[in-house]
């Protein structure tokens, strides 16, 4: 399998419109001659066409420089990661690697041909004066056919993928190419050919007083689903957005529980929590070998005394590789598409009451004043119960997201983050203290130094030291008046 990020552009034109030179945009020197390809793809999809409603494509193509299977993940005019697998002549199926990648947006459910899209392309090559390709420029005639409806269309796309060029670049082009009259496209080919379906597949709108909850719920469940295929292979980044989402569906679903049938929406957040438990481990394991290895890194050599990174490196090595065959297994399990499928019919089903705006903005003053009682309660004593202040910081996690549900801009989710960032400061020092502990337990055991050990025991000791005054500070910048007046609608 090879995996790339795709960062392209896409815009149509009225009949008659010409591509205008681009020279000079972005240290465009000059163009290539156009070459001809002619690509035909047969996009895949579930009957209920989740991957293109989750941001997925799925193709099987022939010609071009990288025919065979593609799964393309992403938003169109952004960067879109792309993995590709070769496709042999008998090849009637993805994958078996393929279909894990798409399993969270597939529900687990088969896919099968959707669409048809056969494309005349003449492609050129935006070089430098050093005869670098920093874009690629295609041409498109595009005939597609949705194979379930019939439906057919046809039209023309200019297609603008990077290289070795920057935004800076793709901006350059974009001004040129709109002066010249052409539109951006939102989305793809596939989405195109699939357009009347998927019309068919949007749920009806929520009731307006509840849309904001609703949205706030479907934008974690997409992210979750987003990142499904990069949470698979490890991906940090991937990792850390999927637990936050699930995080957020959680706490949301508490919050405003009284929108949906009790037992099922506790039900589903038992579930969620069981999902963040598999993508717990992975995480804490990533952020903690980074964060010790970034503080042996921090100490003169003369104070590192014994084999302290390699211990690390070993210990995080064998900590993660089995974190990751549980996040694996259960990505890949029933219970997961089990989940997903129950979160959908939470979202995109009528809620189970009507509510007014002010029964929104009650449940989101009713988080933020529990916050405030928590962590009021943990400083109360100077801030040394680290139970307390634990308690504090998941309390303050539920605030900023209920707050995030009703006003995502506010000044208040800045505020509430940054008291967040606090309290994980400290919870991060303590977590990371008994760690270092249990390290050195091990290195007096093995008969080696254990100095070093102790030495970052007592640096993170001085940061838990540090965190009562920070708290307070930023405690009282979240309860400015101006900073909560809206609160109060």
């Known amino acids: ?25 972005g240290g465009v020197a000059t163009a290539s001659d156009a070459t001809a390809l002619d690509l035909d793809a047969v996009y895949w999809d579930t009957a209920d066409l989740r991957l293109a409603r ?15 299977w593609h799964l393309k993940v992403g938003a169109v005019g952004g960067a879109r ?3 590709q697998f070769p496709a042999g002549p008998e090849d009637a199926d993805p994958p078996a690697d393929l279909v894990a990648l798409f399993r969270g947006a597939s529900r687990g459910r088969p896919v099968a041909p959707a669409a048809r899209v056969v494309t005349r392309r003449r492609e050129r090559r935006l070089l430098d004066a050093a005869g670098r390709t920093l874009a690629e420029v295609a041409e498109d005639d595009v005939r597609a056919e949705d194979l379930v409806s019939g439906e057919r269309q046809t039209w023309h796309e200019i297609e603008v993928e990077l290289v070795e060029g920057d935004e800076a670049l793709l901006d ?25 379906r998927l019309a068919a597949t949007r749920p009806a709108p929520a009731d307006p007083a509840a849309a904001p909850v609703v949205d706030y719920l479907t934008a974690q469940r997409d992210t979750l689903i987003g990142h499904h295929a990069g949470a698979l292979g490890g991906d940090e980044d991937a990792v850390h957005d999927m637990r936050v989402a699930v995080r957020r569906l959680r706490s949301t679903l508490r919050t405003f529980r009284g929108l949906w049938d009790r037992a099922e929406s506790e039900g589903v957040r038992a579930e969620l929590r069981w999902l963040g438990g598999q993508l717990g481990p992975v995480r804490d394991v990533q952020v903690m070998a980074a964060r010790l290895a970034d503080a042996v890194h921090a100490e003169p050599d003369e104070l590192v005394l014994g ?13 993660l590789a089995t974190a990751l065959d549980g996040l694996r297994a259960a990505l890949g399990s029933d219970r997961y598409t089990g989940l997903l499928r129950r979160l959908d019919a939470l979202v995109e089903a009528p809620t189970a009451r009507d509510v007014r705006p002010r029964w929104v903005t009650r449940r989101v003053r009713r988080a933020v004043t529990r916050f405030d009682e928590r962590l009021d309660r943990a400083l109360a004593d100077g801030g040394h119960d680290d139970t307390a202040l634990h308690e504090a910081r998941k309390a303050g996690k539920r605030a900023r997201y209920a707050v995030e549900v009703r006003r995502p801009d506010a000044k208040l989710v800045d505020r509430l983050k940054d008291l ?15 760690v270092l502990r249990e390290q050195a337990l091990r290195a007096y055991a093995d008969g080696e130094n254990t100095f070093t050990y102790g030495l970052l025991h007592a640096r993170q000791a001085a940061v838990a030291d540090r965190a009562g005054p920070a708290l307070a500070k930023a405690r009282d910048r979240a309860r400015r008046r101006k900073v909560r007046r809206w609160l109060k609608g």
Not at 15 to 22: A, T
Not at 172 to 183: C, P, S, T
Not at 420 to 434: I, K, M, P, W
Request: proline share 3%; charged share 30%.
């Open 1 to 25: 399998m090879a995996t790339v990020v795709e960062r392209e552009r896409k815009y149509s034109g009225d009949e008659g419109f010409r591509l205008p030179d681009l020279t000079g945009c």
């Open 54 to 68: 989750s941001g997925y494509a799925l193709r099987r193509r022939t010609g071009g420089h990288d025919a065979g």
């Open 81 to 83: 990661t792309e993995h």
């Open 172 to 196: 350059a082009v974009d001004d040129r190419l709109r002066a010249a009259g052409a539109r951006t496209v939102p989305v793809s080919k596939s989405h195109r050919a699939l357009g009347g």
């Open 307 to 319: 084999p302290v990174e390699a211990r690390f490196a070993e210990r995080f090595a064998a900590d």
């Open 420 to 434: 967040q960032d606090a309290l994980g400061a400290h919870q991060d020092s303590v977590v990371t203290r008994e």
